[in-house]
């Protein structure tokens, strides 16, 4: 008598993460159908971590692997988790003043280029003074020199 609720719970475990996949491709589709500008760049599979601040010694991490979408004023990042799940969407812009071609989009307050790395630090609406950091790792040559080519000078650098 117990076993059937517990079958239930994994069959309805399966079925959400499967519609919850499919929800965020389509918007993945969509968003670089609408907000793809003549001049962007897509990059693809690059492993990175979500590191998320939420208060005193509470931290949230998320690895996967992520898909870009490089305008002139903003960045969409689109996570894929085990590597092939698509998640949310992250828009981040550059500034406040030209906010064209983004949706829902948060401004990207602090980068960082390290070697073969590079740190996007941005504060959610959601999080009151907390910040959250995505981190782009094993880039190659031309994605490391797309990315630092066009974070140069659009946000605040930290070292």
Not at 63 to 92: A, E, V
Request: hydrophobic content about 40%.
């Amino acid at each position: 008598m117990f076993e059937l609720p517990i079958h239930y719970f994994f069959i309805a475990t399966i079925c959400s993460a499967i519609i919850v996949g499919i929800y965020y491709f389509i918007q993945k589709k969509n968003m670089i159908k609408n907000y793809r500008q003549e001049n962007s760049i897509e990059l693809k599979n690059i492993s990175g971590t979500i590191i998320t601040d939420k208060g005193f010694l509470s931290w949230g991490m998320e690895l996967g692997t992520f898909d870009l979408l490089i305008n002139d004023n903003s960045i969409f990042l689109f996570l894929k988790s085990f590597g092939f799940i698509p998640g949310r969407t992250t828009n981040l812009f550059f500034s406040n003043s030209n906010r064209k071609n983004t949706k829902r989009g948060v401004l990207l307050r602090e980068y960082k280029i390290d070697q073969k790395s590079v740190k996007l630090v941005y504060y959610p609406d959601h999080l009151m003074n907390r910040s959250c950091q995505i981190i782009l790792k094993n880039l190659s040559e031309e994605q490391f020199s797309i990315l630092e080519k066009t974070l140069e000078g659009k946000s605040r650098r930290f070292y």
